[in-house]
């Protein structure tokens, strides 16, 4: 089992920066080391969507073209985080983020259902 834990969000205008840390504890190490993680969002009223997603060994990184070029995943399997450097927000960013880890060995996934682990969420507000 693996628990997740996000961080890092909060109130900022538009064109700042924030960064979030996802922590993950429990049954780790090794699950951790193998799993694709990602990064998801849900605004008021409207479905989760795919952010950004990292492999295993942090070869590919996937975005969301909406956040692709202002946001970046990055991910520190020795420290068991993963980090989500959010820069030049946008009002349209406002959402709760939540970070999401895939069963060891699967490539990332841009679809909420194929994720087995959730964070609680962190809300992030742009305000304009």
């Known amino acids: 089992q693996v628990h997740l834990a996000e961080s890092g969000g909060g109130l900022v205008q538009a064109g700042g920066s924030l960064r979030l840390t996802c922590a993950a504890s429990g049954r780790t190490e090794s699950d951790f080391d193998d799993a694709s993680v990602s990064w998801f969002r849900q605004g008021s009223g409207n479905e989760r969507e795919f952010v950004a997603g990292i492999s295993r060994g942090s070869r590919f990184t996937y975005y969301a073209d909406s956040v692709r070029g202002r946001f970046t995943i990055s991910r520190d399997n020795d420290k068991n985080l993963f980090w989500l450097q959010m820069n030049s927000l946008k009002p349209e960013d406002t959402a709760v983020y939540y970070c999401?880890?895939?069963?060891?060995?699967?490539?990332?996934?841009?679809?909420?259902?194929?994720?087995?682990?959730w964070g609680q969420g962190t809300q992030v507000t742009v305000s304009s």
């Open positions: 999401a880890a895939e069963r060891p060995g699967r490539a990332v996934q841009r679809t909420p259902d194929k994720y087995d682990y």
